[in-house]
Structure formats: C-alpha cells, structure tokens
C-alpha cells in the first residue's frame, strides 16, 4: 500500500511539474463541482514540491490558482442549478443517486438538501464559511443558484472564502515541510498529522453542517 501511495504520489507531483498553475486551477474547478479530489491533497504536494525547489511555482502562484479553481468550479455548479432549476436539479440528482456515478461524485438529494439547509440558516455569509468545510464546500453553489443569489455577491464570498482556506492550507503545509520526521516518514509523526487533520475537519463537518444543517431544516 505504501509503495502503491508513493507511485500516485510521484506521479501527482510530475504532473504538477508539467501542469504547473493550471493543473492545480484544472484540480481545483473539479475539486469545487462535484468531482471527489479533497483540496487536501491537491495543495499540500504543490507547496513541498515549491519548498524543495522543484518547482518554479511560488506560494503565493498556488493560492491564487487555488482560488481561481474553487471559483471556477463552483460557478459552473452555480449556473447548472440555477438554469436547470430546483425541480428538474433535483430529477436529475435523484436519478444518478445510489449509482456508481452518483457515488463517485458524492451527489444525493440529501447532500443537497443539507446544502440548502446551511444556505438557509447562514444566508450569504454560509457561502464564505463553506468553503472551510469538507463536503458541503462541492455542493454550496447548487442552492445559491436555486434561489438566484446574485451571482457577484455568490462570486465575492466564494472568493474570500477560498482565499482564507486556500492560504491556511498552505500554510499548513509549509509547517509539515518543515517537520523533517514527517518528511522522511515517520510513521509515529504520519499518524499524529494524520489523525488531527482527520478529528478537525471530521468534527468541523459534524458541527457547522450536519448538526446546524439538521436544525434549519
């Protein structure tokens, strides 16, 4: 399994050497529609490949094409709701649930429903704070367009939301690039690394959506 994660992850930052900017705006579009790639692992690899001088790509460089990505990816969200329209969103969604393709991108009435459930409890403010957050981040624009937010002010805190959560990323990682046992493997360092990042994004989750999205519906 190592060896195997090891591969992707060489294979990745190869991609990213060729690919530079616009593969992690590329990454990031998709990471903010509907397509699984957490911005978990698509940031990080970028900033150490940047730290060991492998790169000609800055720090600076991966925040603004992250953001550019989130943007991207949650207007196209934004517009295909908006243009289809709840009722018929909704059909198509319900249709492709439970499927492998439904899996795949993470997409059922309930997660839209959770969605709109935060949308409505935090207005336009949600929009910022959403995209600090796992899951709901892919399907905060459904609602928007479903209820015709205006699209600048949709834009303005997608924007601003991304930027916040784009540069602590970043930062995140430059610290794990500075913990050299981390970086040459320790297993005992992986896990404690692991393991926060894994209580506080799942206890985020648990907290901002699922409970507030349960009590505003």
Known sequence: MHELLQKLYDSYQQSL???GYPFIVLLMAMES????????????????????????MTLTGIVIASVI????GATVMYWASRLAGR?????WVARIAGTPLGKLLRLSPEGVEHAEAWSRR??????????????????IGIPAGIVRMNFLKF????????????????????VAGNDAALMHGDLRRVTLWVTG????????????????????A
């Open 69 to 72: 990505g989130c943007w991207v």
């Open 155 to 174: 834009s303005t805190y997608t924007v601003l939301g991304s930027l916040v959560w784009c540069t602590v990323l970043t930062r995140i990682s430059v």
């Open 17 to 19: 050497q060729t690919g």
């Open 122 to 139: 935090f207005g336009s403010f949600g929009i910022f704070l959403s995209r600090m957050l796992p899951v709901i981040r892919h399907l």
């Open 87 to 91: 009722p018929l969103f909704m059909h």
């Open 197 to 216: 990042a894994a209580v506080f994004l799942g206890g985020a989750y648990y907290l901002f959506v699922y409970r507030m999205s349960r009590k505003a």
């Open 33 to 56: 529609s509907v397509v699984p790639i957490p911005s978990e692992v698509i940031i990080p690899p970028a900033v150490l490949l940047v730290m060991a001088g492998h790169s000609t």
